[in-house]
């Protein structure tokens, strides 16, 4: 009695659920706040260990206040310009109907999730993106400049490729494969960062001057934090409690591993030692390589990319940064960009589930050859690439016109901690 009573008590609950999936809410709730945790503070630390000890708050602050800043250009506006339709402008951008979140409820439904936690778990991705790119003008670009930058760049690069490619754009009505991000985030992140640090200009002593990490300790626990994180960052952007989620996330953590051992195999070889820092970095690369093949593609391939990462974005980072000095302080573009661009291609060729053990799930559309997954996968890096670089460059060109765009080379050998914002990350 007492159990046919509990369930006519759930009746209505179940009844305003209608197609709600409680399972798939549960995981992607939890997948959300390990994408937030990989900003706030993983890429926090991560990145403020790299730089030198007298800027190691700025770049703690610039990640906080760009979270805060791109939570409320969301809620404003961002979500609905990236995943409502827009009608006849829909290949391009969406539209206004859900501005402020407007005609979302608690019964409103994305799939089997609840639409506001659809919006939330995409918010998160959001906020990362421009937080990638302090990396590569870390210890000189202004606070203000910089989040005004970070602002428009959201609405103008992040928020129009994140339509095209998930909001049902031109590149997803063509079949491109991306599933968490590789073209959204690593490759606008990772062009944006070149763009930036080429009109901001080297840091004063780059490259005669070591400008080496002032805390590695901090940096390595940061890149742990990353890696836990990414496991919501890939595993949840299958939006279900599924094999997809499990596979996106068993593919993630082989490929991070090869990535930590190719990288300080590659280091080893030509430097003489392996180091902390080499392991921490393969490992991002390794993720964010894996990042827009991984719920397409197996454990066999994921090795493969994997290792790939760890070499090319090692030689990308010697090739941007010793041979063109080219000053993208923490190497945004040569591990992002670079592994963006590498597991996008990836993913047109180990989708096949014709490579035996190295096979996939298939490609996006049926009669889709190799070819034509990787035809439309290219276009995708060449489109994102070229749109990101023309934009970027616009913004901090236009920005450089009602402020300055970097510190003055006081304030630059003071550091930034002080210089702008009166503060110490270390009074010992």
């Known amino acids: 009695m007492k159990k046919l009573l ?55 602050m610039q990640c906080f206040a760009i979270t805060c800043a791109v939570s409320l250009v969301w809620l404003i506006a961002g979500y609905s310009l990236a ?119 080297n840091r004063k002593g780059f490259p005669t001057q070591g400008m080496m990490p002032h805390n590695m300790t901090m940096t390595v626990t940061g890149a742990g934090m990353l890696w836990v994180g990414w496991f919501g960052f890939n595993g949840g952007s299958a939006l279900a409690a599924n094999g997809d989620a499990a596979m996106a996330m068993l593919v993630t953590h082989i490929s991070a591993a090869a990535g930590s051992l190719a990288w300080i195999t590659m280091e080893w070889k030509k430097f003489g030692k392996p180091s902390a820092l080499g392991i921490a970095t393969g490992m991002v690369a390794g993720l964010g390589t894996i990042t827009p093949a991984s719920g397409f593609v197996g454990p066999a391939a994921a090795l493969v990319i994997g290792l790939s990462a760890g070499v090319i974005c090692f030689y990308a980072v010697i090739f941007i940064k010793h ?43 049926e009669g889709y050859t190799m070819l034509d997954q990787l035809g439309v996968q290219a276009l995708g890096v060449v489109s994102t690439f070229v749109y990101t670089a023309i934009v970027t460059w616009g913004l901090l060109k236009l920005i450089s016109l009602f402020a300055p765009l970097r510190v003055d080379g006081d304030e630059e050998t003071q550091g930034l901690d002080i210089a702008l914002h009166e503060e110490r990350g270390y009074d010992l």
Request: proline share 3%; charged share 10%.
């Open 83 to 201: 995943f409502s339709d827009g009608g006849s402008m829909n290949a391009w951008i969406g539209g206004l109907q859900h501005v402020f979140f407007d005609g979302i409820t608690r019964e409103t439904l994305e799939g089997t999730l609840p639409k506001s936690l659809h919006g939330l778990f995409q918010m998160t991705f959001a906020i990362i993106t421009p937080a990638l790119i302090v990396g590569a003008f870390a210890e000189r670009m202004r606070f203000g400049p910089m989040l005004a930058f970070s602002i428009l760049w959201l609405l103008a690069v992040y928020i129009p490729v994140c339509h095209w490619v998930w909001g049902g754009g031109w590149l997803a009505e063509m079949g491109v494969y991306d599933f968490a991000g590789g073209i959204v985030v690593h490759i606008t992140a990772g062009v944006a960062a070149l763009v930036a640090a080429l009109v901001l200009g």
């Open 6 to 60: 509990a369930v006519l008590l759930m009746l209505p609950s179940l009844a305003l659920a209608d197609g709600l999936d409680t399972g798939d809410s549960a995981w992607i709730l939890t997948a959300t706040a390990l994408v937030l945790f990989m900003t706030l503070p993983g890429l926090s630390l991560f990145y403020g260990g790299l730089v030198r000890s007298k800027n190691v708050l700025s770049v703690l």
């Open 323 to 365: 041979k063109l000095h080219i000053d993208d302080s923490l190497d945004v573009f040569p591990v992002h960009g670079v592994g963006g661009i590498l597991g996008t291609l990836f993913a047109g060729i180990f989708a096949s589930t014709e490579l035996g053990l190295f096979s996939g799930y298939g490609f996006a559309k």
